[in-house]
């Protein structure tokens, strides 16, 4: 039974993930503005805490979460900027994530809050995997791109770039004989040793290109999963990069042998503290300390954020008698708990996460604003911060879910009526919403009375209530304040009386507004899964099918000499022919003119090709050739072509 409990979690190693931490974000957003800031000691502020502050301020005795009045006196020449509008930290974060998401291949991308990043590069390890010459790993080139073999960068895949975990773990022989797929003569800790330096140079690429490009410099961690990346990167900071090197799992001692070979990834994450691994969030990991430790663990009254007196490591709670993942579903399980809670936990503790790196989303799955009082306990305090938090709730739904790219490729502009040309050149920069949240929710966070003693007890619960985003929040005729207004008297007060019915004695900790439950609206392509859009594929038809268009005219009759064409044919895509020319002369002997019908032979191809609406996988290839004429076309259109036939035609 102990055995089976204490079995560890299957390992699955063939993935290559990168984890990036950008080095001070807050403070480094604030040095790309101002760069003469770089040199001086620099604190970001919000309410009275710094949240961050850069290295010069760190290496005069700053830290995080210390009180400003505190800062001040050990550092008097601190400079510190305001950090509580997020506009800039947040738009400088996309622009980040966007560049380090053109390197990706897979679109394997994941933004984890405003300063950290997931790639998994699996693909693109394989693909120069394949194509290294094992007989000279020293002067190899790692290829960025598939089709270009000249776009990549020159690098030593013998060797580790930056640093490893463990330090003094020795490099296998990665010279010949070394084979992909792993031959008896090449272990699979070798071949991961490979595809792991080859993760390390990629890594070492991107933060030098995010340097010399953009000028922020980050912290990076290389492994197998999100859990081991996101945690061996923070062992050398700032500015470097850990890579955790093989073996990844645990051999008994073969005979001879005193000690076998032990896992890196047990020995390094067993040091951490529990509730410092990814994924255990605070209330899990009292749980688990309480049950370890006998009783509930002593807080530090003097940290911000729970910290605690004593700490509880991953090998504690690995090692303890009879743990596993039945009795971790005992302790974590119950109302509310994610279903496998206790195997999932038991995985990580054993270094095991086997969670997909997100591929990069258009819009967001909700928006969410938030901000925490020392004390919040009137109706017109609770106004005045739900006035705020909308307002930039709107902000944020106007700049994460609105397409601001030109649409001129959308536009109509009819020859010969100026009204409709003024009309359409004003909307040439029109915006249009990639996302309709369909859900507003309103969650608080009260604090609970004072005991007996004068103490309070500390308390992380939150209680929520949603109802459907009204749809007047969509309109974006309105101006933002208008849009505020209405959304607190119609949407958010009643919520609010709902969470809190009694008129006063109340005190909250926390209030929150989110946008959820984002339905994805239809797109002229149909590729962000909404489905396509309609109006804009009629919208763009007649600049899709303007190079077919033929005009019916009347024209001096041809000159039997000019003639000359082969079979008798005059074809409307000759090079030859000016636009005018292909517009205005007619079909020579042999065709009469009935219509574009008899034209389309020539041009059908190109057209199903070149048609926005018909490139989905569904329609690819769909298309029958007319009995009568040979003309090919869409099974839609052939009702109306025979019906064409039928009259005479």
């Known amino acids: 039974m102990g055995n089976t409990q204490r079995k560890a979690p299957k390992r699955n190693d063939g993935r290559i993930i990168i984890h990036f931490d950008y080095d001070c974000f807050y403070a480094s957003v604030c040095e790309a503005e101002n760069p003469a800031l770089k040199s001086l000691p620099l ?9 961050t502050c850069n290295y010069e301020a760190r290496r005069r005795g700053l830290h995080k979460l210390q009180l400003i009045k505190e800062a001040r006196k050990v550092c008097p020449d ?52 394949d194509i290294l010459n094992l007989n000279n790993l020293p002067n190899s080139f790692f290829h960025l791109s598939r089709s270009d073999p000249t776009v990549g960068f020159s690098y ?25 797929p792993p031959s008896p003569q090449s272990s699979i800790a070798d071949v991961l040793h490979l595809r792991l330096a080859l993760g390390s140079h990629l890594a070492q690429h991107l933060r030098h290109e995010l340097e010399e490009q953009r000028g922020y410099t980050c912290t990076v961690g290389i492994s197998t999963s999100k859990l081991l990346a996101k945690l061996v990167g923070n062992i050398n900071k700032p500015k470097a990069q850990t890579t955790l090197v093989p073996p990844y ?13 032990e896992s890196n990834v047990i020995a390094f994450i067993d040091t951490h503290d529990i509730g410092r691994i990814p994924n ?27 910290g605690t007196k004593e700490k509880v490591t991953v090998r ?6 009879g743990m596993g993942s039945d009795l971790l579903e005992k302790i974590l399980g119950g109302p509310g708990a994610p279903k496998g809670i206790g195997g999932k936990v038991w995985g990580l503790v054993n270094g095991v996460d086997d969670t997909d790196v997100g591929k990069a989303r258009s819009v967001p799955r ?22 705020m938090l909308s307002r930039n709730l709107i902000r944020r739904m106007h700049m994460d879910l609105l397409d601001h790219e030109n649409e001129d490729e959308d536009l109509i502009t009819l020859e010969g009526d100026p009204a409709k040309t003024e009309q359409s050149a004003s909307s040439r920069f029109q915006k249009r919403w990639m996302a309709h949240p369909r859900t507003l929710r309103l969650t608080t966070r009260p604090r609970p009375p004072l005991n007996p003693d004068g103490t309070r007890s500390r308390t992380f619960n939150r209680i929520s209530r949603s109802s459907p985003m009204p749809n007047f929040i969509l309109d974006l005729t309105e101006n933002v304040d208008s849009l505020t207004e209405k959304l607190i008297h119609e949407a958010l007060l009643p919520l609010f009386r709902k969470l809190h019915p009694e008129k006063s004695g109340w005190n909250l900790s926390l209030v929150n507004v989110a946008a959820t439950n984002m339905a994805e609206v239809a797109t002229a392509d149909g590729k962000d899964g909404g489905g396509r859009d309609i109006g804009r594929m009629f919208r763009k038809q007649e600049s899709v099918l303007k190079e077919w268009k033929i005009e019916d005219r009347d024209v001096a009759p041809d000159d039997p000499d000019d003639s000359e064409d082969d ?40 057209y199903l090709e070149d048609a926005e609406w018909e490139n989905e996988e569904d329609d690819a290839g769909v298309g029958n050739s007319c009995k009568v004429c040979g003309a090919l076309m869409p099974d839609f259109a052939m009702v109306a072509h025979e019906r064409f036939h039928s009259i005479g035609g």
């Open 249 to 261: 799992e645990s051999k008994p001692c073969n005979e001879g042998e005193i000690v076998g070979e």
């Open 156 to 180: 030593d895949a013998s060797n580790i770039f930056g640093h490893a975990y463990p330090a003094s773990a020795p490099s296998p022989p990665l010279s010949p004989p070394v084979s992909t």
């Open 567 to 606: 079979n008798n044919v005059f074809r409307t895509d000759s090079p030859q022919l000016s636009n005018a020319e292909k517009g205005s002369r007619e079909p020579l002997r042999g065709y009469s003119r009935n219509g574009s019908e008899d034209l389309m032979q020539f041009t059908q191809d190109s």
């Open 366 to 387: 909700q928006i969410s604003i938030e901000d925490s009082y020392i004390r919040l306990d009137t109706m017109e305090e609770v106004m005045k911060e739900l006035r």
């Open 316 to 321: 504690d709670v690995r090692l303890f008698p």
């Open 78 to 129: 601190v400079i510190i900027v305001l950090g509580e509008d997020l506009t800039r930290f947040r738009d400088a974060s996309k622009r980040l994530y966007n560049f380090l998401r053109e390197f990706s291949w897979s679109q394997k991308a994941e933004r984890l809050g405003f300063d950290e990043v997931f790639m998994d590069v699996t693909d693109m390890i394989q693909y120069n995997v």
């Open 280 to 306: 255990i969030g605070f209330k899990l990991a009292q749980k688990i300390r309480l049950h370890v430790l006998g009783r509930s663990a002593d807080f530090d009254a003097g940290l911000v954020y729970g």
């Open 43 to 51: 604190a970001v502020q919000q309410k009275q805490i710094i949240v």
